[in-house]
């Protein structure tokens, strides 16, 4: 999630992927991470996920 918050702001992003940025290049380089989707809204292009055995362990208990 911090990977996520970190690049967001970065493009210029609010946390509803809504762009609320000033910069021109920021939106020239927005289909690095994110692809636009209804309501001018951008959604990340990738899923993460660390495969370390710990990590998977928890995600196969689940919540």
Not at 25 to 52: C, H, I, T, W
């Amino acid at each position: 999630a911090a990977f996520w918050q970190t690049i967001s702001g970065e493009h210029g992003l609010d946390s509803n992927g809504v762009y609320n940025g000033t910069s021109e290049l920021q939106l020239e380089r927005m289909s690095v991470y994110f692809n636009e989707a209804s309501g001018n809204k951008y959604v990340p292009r990738a899923v993460l996920v660390d495969l370390e055995p710990g990590t998977m362990d928890a995600v196969r208990a689940g919540p």
